[in-house]
């Protein structure tokens, strides 16, 4: 089992810019793919960003790709979503978990994190 744990959440000012982390541990994760999604108040968990553990190949949701970029540091077992030009609809919770395939449904990821609130303010 793999448990995956995100920190860099924070609140900050649009057009600020922060670097989540999801660090991994348990059982060793050396393939598939790590997954962002997020979560605000009301609204269904969003896809934003995945990348492949070994090939380093990524994708992104339509609202971030000039914005965010999905990152894996394998020595440190660390996948970073660095986020800038941050506009207050990024307001949300977001998640990071794995997944076996390349995909951007959320029912096919697993091993979900507990999450980081990020707050853009106005």
């Known amino acids: 089992q793999v448990q995956l744990v995100e920190s860099g959440g924070g609140l900050v000012q649009a057009g600020d810019s922060l670097r989540l982390s999801c660090a991994a541990s348990?059982?060793?994760?050396?393939?598939?793919?790590v997954g962002w999604f997020r979560q605000a108040p009301g609204k269904e968990r969003e896809f934003v960003a995945e990348?492949?553990?070994?090939?380093?190949?990524?994708r992104y949701g339509d609202s971030v790709k000039t914005r965010f970029t999905i990152s894996v540091d394998s020595a440190k077992s660390t996948v970073y979503l660095q986020m800038n030009s941050l506009k207050p609809e990024d307001t949300a919770v977001y998640y990071c978990?794995?997944?076996?395939?390349?995909?951007?449904?959320?029912?096919?990821?697993?091993?979900w994190g507990q999450g980081t609130q990020v707050t853009v303010s106005s």
């Open positions: 990348i492949q553990w070994n090939s380093g190949d990524m």
């Open positions: 978990a794995t997944a076996n395939v390349i995909t951007t449904l959320r029912s096919l990821y697993r091993n």
């Open positions: 348990g059982r060793t994760f050396n393939s598939g793919y």
